[in-house]
Nanobody, 120 residues
Framework: QVQVVESGGGLVQPGGSLRLSCAIS????????VAWYRQAPGKQRELVAT???????TYPSSVKGRFTISTDNAKNKVYLQMNSLEPEDTAGYYC??????????????WGQGTQVTVSS
């Protein structure tokens, strides 16, 4: 069994920064790509950052230059550094990991999410 747990959300003023963490644990054989998504009330889920096993990162134009995804492979953790936050970044942020479990099953796992609110 694999668990994904996000943390680090909170209330921040416009222009501020937050760093989200995604901890992946359990019966892990291989972690492939990991992605951060966000979803605001009444809006569709949006992909905000991905990192592949090889370290390649991608971002949509809405966050490029402001958000940075990084990994600590030794700790099976993925981070999302968010700078120059705007009210439009307010959303629930979710980590999604593509994992091969020790049992030989490969699947994508979601965390429960962490709320980010950008407001003065």
């Amino acid at each position: 069994q694999v668990q994904v747990v996000e943390s680090g959300g909170g209330l921040v003023q416009p222009g501020g920064s937050l760093r989200l963490s995604c901890a992946i644990s359990g019966s892990i054989a291989v972690i492939y790509d990991v992605a951060w998504y966000r979803q605001a009330p009444g809006k569709q889920r949006e992909l905000v950052a991905t990192v592949t096993r090889g370290g390649t990162t991608t971002y949509p134009s809405s966050v490029k230059g402001r958000f940075t995804i990084s990994t600590d492979n030794a700790k099976n953790k993925v981070y999302l550094q968010m700078n120059s936050l705007e009210p439009e970044d307010t959303a629930g942020y979710y980590c999604n990991a593509d994992v091969l479990a020790l049992q030989g099953i490969r699947s994508r796992y979601w965390g429960q999410g962490t709320q980010v609110t950008v407001s003065s």
